[in-house]
């Protein structure tokens, strides 16, 4: 569900990118090159999200917790 979602919001994104692009009268190797770019500033900050939820889900002894239990809670 959240990768869905987090999916859903990365497309959006660059289709305002796209928009904007093409609205600008870029060419369309302009139009990939500022693709490119935003995605590539976009790489530190996931980074930092993915480590700093890895670190959220160790337990005590080290190990692992689920992170659908986390989000969902225990069924």
Known sequence: ????IGFILLAGFILIIWVVAI???F????????TVFV???LLFPAGVLVAKMNQELKTPT????DWREEIFGDN
């Open 62 to 65: 080290g190990g692992k917790k």
């Open 1 to 4: 569900m959240l990768a869905t």
């Open 39 to 41: 995605l590539f500033l």
């Open 27 to 34: 060419e369309i190797t302009s139009a990939i090159y500022l």
């Open 23 to 25: 609205g600008t009268s």
